[in-house]
């Protein structure tokens, strides 16, 4: 396994959660990481990327201002925080690398995957 997305679960609206983007073999440093999300019946759309090596952030902007992705170097991994969430975040959430320092908000351009995990906003 490459990368290990973790963090979801169940949240009432208004609330937060952290998801871990966990990575084994591969160094984050030498990528760009992004966070994708797929609700049912949806085409998976892009959520958030940082580029390690220098620490930018780029955002989609339904979730500017509520969602910070960041990164822990020492851990080889990258957190996305969600707060003031809505039943309109829910989704499967998925952590992806891409080699290199560009961003890209285009999965397909991606090299690695995580599985996924459940994000559900109700109350």
């Known amino acids: 396994v490459q990368l290990q997305a973790s963090g979801g679960g169940l949240v009432q609206p208004g609330g937060s959660l952290r998801l871990s983007c966990a990575a084994s073999?591969?160094?984050?440093?030498?990528?760009?990481v992004g966070w994708f999300r797929q609700a049912p019946g949806k085409e998976r759309e892009w959520v958030a990327c940082?580029?390690?090596?220098?620490?930018?952030?780029y955002y989609t902007d339904s979730v500017k201002g509520r969602f910070t992705i960041s990164s822990d170097n020492a851990k080889n991994t990258v957190y996305l925080q969600m707060s003031s969430l809505k039943p309109e975040d829910t989704a499967v959430y998925y952590c992806?690398?891409?080699?290199?320092?560009?961003?890209?908000?285009?999965?397909?351009?991606?090299?690695?995957w995580g599985q996924g995990t459940q994000v559900t906003v109700s109350s």
């Open positions: 940082t580029v390690i090596s220098d620490g930018s952030t």
């Open positions: 073999v591969l160094t984050l440093e030498h990528y760009a």
């Open positions: 992806a690398a891409v080699r290199g320092w560009a961003w890209t908000p285009y999965g397909d351009s991606y090299d690695y």
